[in-house]
């Protein structure tokens, strides 16, 4: 294989990198904004079954 190939093949492994990178990122992003959601129902199911006890 000569340089420019092995160059080639590096930065696609960089370019792979980046990309799983900024995937993991995202999905870590959506897991936190799936709790926060996750934590205003449960709040809000808290609220609506004190409102109906009164």
Do not use: C
């Not at 930065?11 to 980046?18: M, P, T």
């Not at 995202?26 to 109906?52: F, H, P």
């Amino acid at each position: 294989m000569n340089d420019a190939a092995a160059r080639n093949f590096e930065y696609l492994a960089y370019g792979l990198s980046a990309v799983w990178l900024v995937l993991l990122l995202y999905v870590l992003t959506l897991v936190g904004r799936e709790g926060k959601i996750r934590a205003q129902i449960e709040s809000l199911k808290r609220m609506v079954e004190d409102r109906e006890k009164r």
